[in-house]
């Protein structure tokens, strides 16, 4: 069974740092990329970023909103994703969530549960 | 950026009633298009991706049609679990897009 769990939110102050991890199970982790989304309260999805798979270099891409601050990255020995966050404002409070993204049409296939981040002073 | 726009924002519709929602693109995306149910306080969901291809366990009732800019997903007989949100997006390129989304409620 395909498993995505977020873990690491929480509260905390506008312009301090904060890393999600997404651990993964019952798939082959090195075949996926891996994608974040985020939702803010009673609002729609929002696209956050992703990392590619080795054999494609591992390269990763941004939403504008978030590059520069924001970096994904990837532990195929612990088949884990993070998410970095840095320099947080209050925008950024939102439920984040992990998912695997087939290569067949770039489809996120399978989510994870979520995990709250709320930015606040 | 790739612009999506779902319409309508949001319809009243009885069980059993046939449901189509509509998704448009700013520019073509090819069959790039992907339909996502959400219920409230739960993660989304795959329901249709490639424009057109059930996704693995969705119910037949649901359906997606549509290539280029302009695309529909079905509801044929809408049961008491499809009141939800339902959000189109684009993968045809970086951003990934996706529609403002369509609540489904009961009438």
């Known amino acids: 069974e395909v498993q995505l769990v977020e873990s690491g939110g929480g509260l905390l102050k506008p312009g301090r740092s904060l890393r999600l991890s997404c651990t993964a199970s019952?798939?082959?982790?090195?075949?996926?990329?891996l994608s974040w989304f985020r939702q803010s309260p009673g609002k729609g999805l929002e696209w956050v970023g992703f990392?590619?798979?080795?054999?494609?270099?591992?390269?990763?891409e941004y939403a504008a909103s978030v590059k520069g601050r924001f970096t994904i990255s990837r532990d195929d020995s612990k088949n884990i994703a993070y998410l970095e966050m840095n320099s947080l404002k209050t925008e950024d409070t939102a439920i984040y969530y992990c998912?695997?993204?087939?290569?067949?049409?770039?489809?996120?296939?399978?989510w994870g549960q979520g995990t709250l981040v709320t930015v606040s002073s | 950026d790739i612009q999506m726009t779902q319409s309508p924002s949001s319809l009243s519709a009885s069980i059993g009633d046939r449901v189509t929602i509509t998704c448009r693109a700013s520019?073509?995306?090819?069959?790039?298009l992907n339909w996502y149910q959400q219920t409230p306080g739960k993660a989304p969901k795959l329901l249709i991706y490639?424009?057109?291809r059930l996704f693995s366990g969705v119910p037949s009732r649901f359906s997606g049609s549509g290539s280029g800019t302009d695309f529909t997903l079905t509801i044929s007989s809408l049961q008491p679990e499809d009141f939800a949100t339902y959000y189109c997006?684009?993968?045809?390129?970086?951003?990934?897009?996706f529609g403002q989304g369509t609540t489904v409620a009961i009438k």
């Open positions: 019952g798939f082959t982790f090195t075949d996926y990329a």
């Open positions: 490639a424009a057109t």
């Open positions: 998912t695997r993204e087939h290569s067949y049409g770039y489809r996120s296939d399978y």
């Open positions: 990392i590619r798979i080795e054999a494609y270099g591992g390269t990763t």
């Open positions: 520019q073509s995306i090819g069959s790039y």
């Open positions: 997006q684009q993968t045809y390129s970086v951003p990934r897009t």
